[in-house]
């Protein structure tokens, strides 16, 4: 059975920096792209990062280029995505998913891991 398990979501004031990351079960991540995805209540699903199976490759939504960066540990099944100049905006549910396209809630492949930025 494939599982794949977010955490490191939480509370952090603007400015601040924050790690996810994502695990695999089940599954060979090392054989598939990644992306993370994020959702806000109320608002669509959207493509934040993505990387190729090497990590030769990256894309990052534009409102994150500079403050994002999608990693990955093949080796131990693990993607992350490390987050700085946290904004109010970046405040959502994140998602990973060995596709690269928007999956978020119920499309997702995981439950997601709550970010709140707030003061």
């Known amino acids: 059975q494939v599982h794949i398990v977010e955490s490191g979501g939480t509370l952090v004031q603007p400015g601040e920096s924050m790690t996810l990351s994502c695990v695999g079960s089940g599954l060979d991540l090392s054989y598939v792209d990644m992306a993370w995805s994020r959702q806000s209540p109320g608002k669509a699903c959207e493509l934040v990062a993505g990387i190729s199976t090497t990590g030769d490759s990256t894309k990052y939504q534009d409102s994150v280029k500079d403050r994002f960066t999608i990693s990955r540990d093949n080796a131990k099944n693990t993607v992350f995505l490390q987050m700085r100049s946290l904004k109010f905006e970046d405040t959502a549910v994140y998602y990973c998913?060995?596709?690269?396209?928007?999956?978020?809630?119920?499309?997702?492949w995981g439950q997601g891991t709550q970010v709140t930025v707030s003061s």
């Open positions: 998913n060995p596709t690269f396209s928007a999956r978020c809630g119920t499309n997702g």
